[in-house]
């Protein structure tokens, strides 16, 4: 008989389950597939957003947004864009019930466990497939599947040494393939972070205005020095780059930003006839913000062995 056995929620930063349905089922394929569950709550921050692990008996599906997993377990003849869309409304009521800033801030297990009432009704509901009335939520769901299919985890990948440090999401969008680089998420975005941001993108502006300014004073005047035009763009090009740093993960991120803010210090020292004091502090400051930002805003550690 196809069914749902099981669904959990988890956050995808540290694999923190946040709620869960009761299972009384303790054989021993279930109990493996809870192993399964919690190998995959490790490494949900390095997976796509839409998954499948198929086991001899059972498979196990799983969706990522907004830093939730919803995750659920079937047998493997469940139909597939059914599960889809049972995770799919797990998803959209989470949402709608807590805040982000509740998921973020979670500290306990299981302490959205009254979601589970929910998981239950949901799950009642398709089991009973002939008492389902979303036919067109159904047909949305199966092109979707169609167009972007789920990246089946093998059982192999699940089990090896390296886990999933070498699946790459912007690969696997429209693939599947897997990549040779490593994948790695950064620890959520805070306030002074995106200051820092939106300041080294208007250091950047200003020194593309007066480096165009310069080209223009150079082309008036033949005395001019050429080389403050080299200043202002490699200020334009650092001030980016350092937004760059702060967004992704790189190799030898931190070592870059400091680089970086050196030929921030080196371009505004070599401006210092065209610029007052206050101005070349505003930059000066600003690299250093930024850096410190780049520096804090750390790629997110393994998880926690909690037991999913």
């Not at 009254?114 to 009642?124: A, C, H, S, W």
């Not at 047909?139 to 440090?165: C, H, V, W």
Request: aromatic share 12%.
């Amino acid at each position: 008989m196809s069914m749902i056995l099981s669904a959990s929620v988890v956050r995808v930063r540290d694999g923190l389950p946040l709620s869960a349905s009761t299972d009384y089922d303790q054989s021993t394929g279930m109990q493996e597939c809870r192993k399964y569950f919690k190998m995959l709550s490790k490494k949900l921050s390095q997976l796509p957003d839409r998954c499948t692990l198929k086991t001899r008996q059972y498979n196990i599906n799983f969706i990522s947004s907004l830093g939730v997993s919803y995750m659920m377990l079937c047998t493997e003849n469940y139909p597939s864009v059914l599960a889809f869309c049972f995770l799919d409304e797990l998803q959209k009521e989470f949402i709608t019930t807590y805040n982000m800033m509740k998921t973020n801030t979670a500290v306990r297990p299981y302490c959205f466990i009254e979601f589970d009432n929910f998981i239950q009704r949901t799950k009642q509901r398709y089991n009973n497939t002939r008492s389902l009335s979303t036919k067109m939520n159904l047909a949305d769901m199966q092109t979707e599947i169609k167009l972007r299919p789920p990246y089946q985890i093998t059982l192999s990948e699940l089990g090896s040494a390296n886990g999933f440090a070498h699946l790459s999401v912007s690969e696997y969008k429209g693939t599947g393939k897997i990549s040779a680089a490593p994948h790695q998420r950064l620890e959520p975005v805070t306030l002074p972070g995106i200051v820092s941001f939106v300041l080294s993108l208007l250091c950047g502006a200003l020194n593309l205005i007066r480096g165009f300014h310069a080209i223009e004073s150079l082309l008036q005047n033949e005395g001019e020095d050429f080389s403050y035009v080299i200043a202002f763009f490699l200020g334009t090009a650092a001030c980016l780059y350092q937004c760059y740093l702060f967004v992704y993960y790189t190799g030898w991120r931190n070592a870059k930003s400091f680089l970086t803010f050196g030929l921030i210090c080196l371009c505004n020292m070599y401006l210092y006839e065209l610029r007052n004091l206050w101005q070349l502090f505003f930059h000066v400051t600003v690299g250093a913000f930024s850096t410190l930002q780049i520096r804090l805003r750390q790629p997110q550690g393994k998880s926690p062995d909690y037991n999913v």
